[in-house]
């Protein structure tokens, strides 16, 4: 069956469309747009601004922090005393009251010092050494041996440096009288105040080799053997004493002349305190007073 309508007799046929045909127009609506992508991390759905509150938070508390600091930089002395003196009597420190020392405003904290702390000790050895010094000094004074014999007090230890000419016969180690000399006048002092002795020997750079002494390390050695062995035979205790030999290998002059070979050619006595305890070093100190 045909699909063209039939034309009924003597009617017209119907015009032809002949107008060309079109597309449909578009919508005037645009598209939505695509809903955006948020991670997670964006409580607020805001798009990544949640970041800022933590971070302001935190500078918060750095400036309180800094704020604090400020105000604890001047302490009232007489607070921080009483603090520290409850700390030391909860942490039960040995005997001595805790000295506060004032320090002007802007300073942190305020200097300790406690007379019960090794501080106090170490000022007590300190003293000691210093009062044997002078007694040594005067009887350098008196014999006339300042050219010869020198002392210093080089950190806990006090150096006596005799390099006197008379105190060996050439090339070899016993003690002339000078030296018995020497040794008498520092015996009180050494016993007095009971110091660790190291005696050291030292020789001058020309070479040695006898039945005796094969090299000046021998020499060095048995020179101070010798004044150490006098010592002892005289009453010094043994276990404070103590036997170097450096040889030629520790000079205090150029080995260049006489004179500075004379120099070098010496015995060293090093007292240094024989306890850290600083009672101990009180009760010697106390006892020199009187």
């Not at 955006?36 to 964006?42: E, I, L, M, R, Y």
């Not at 508390?61 to 001047?74: D, E, G, H, P």
């Not at 300790?112 to 040594?136: F, H, V």
Request: hydrophobic share 35%.
């Amino acid at each position: 069956m045909s699909d063209t309508p039939e034309q009924t007799p003597g009617q017209p046929p119907p015009p032809k469309n002949t107008s060309p045909q079109t597309a449909p127009a578009p919508s005037a609506t645009p598209p939505a747009p695509a809903p955006p992508v948020t991670s997670g991390d964006d409580d607020d759905g805001g798009g990544g601004g949640g970041w800022i509150v933590t971070f302001a938070d935190m500078m918060s508390l750095l400036l309180c922090f800094f704020v604090l600091l400020l105000s604890f930089s001047a302490i009232d002395a007489e607070k921080f005393r009483q603090a520290a003196e409850s700390m030391r009597e909860a942490l039960s420190f040995s005997g001595g009251a805790i000295e506060t020392v004032e320090k002007p405003e802007g300073s942190i904290s305020p200097n300790l010092r406690s007379k019960g702390s090794p501080n106090a000790g170490i000022d007590k050895d300190l003293e000691r050494l210093k009062l044997a010094q002078q007694e040594i000094d005067d009887y350098i004074q008196n014999a006339g041996l300042a050219d010869h014999v020198q002392t210093s007090i080089e950190g806990d230890r006090l150096k006596v440096v005799n390099s006197n000419p008379l105190n060996f016969p050439p090339g070899k180690a016993q003690l002339l009288e000078s030296s018995q000399q020497y040794l008498d006048a520092l015996l009180p002092v050494l016993q007095r105040f009971e110091f660790m002795i190291h005696v050291e020997g030292h020789t001058d750079d020309r070479p040695i080799e006898t039945v005796q002494f094969k090299s000046n390390w021998e020499l060095s050695a048995a020179r101070a053997a010798n004044f150490v062995r006098y010592l002892q035979d005289h009453g010094a205790d043994p276990e404070h004493l103590v036997v170097i030999g450096y040889g030629p290998h520790r000079p205090i002059a150029p080995n260049d002349s006489d004179e500075n070979r004379a120099r070098n050619r010496r015995i060293e006595i090093l007292l240094s305190p024989w306890s850290d305890s600083s009672a101990q070093a009180q009760a010697q100190l106390d006892e020199l007073a009187e």
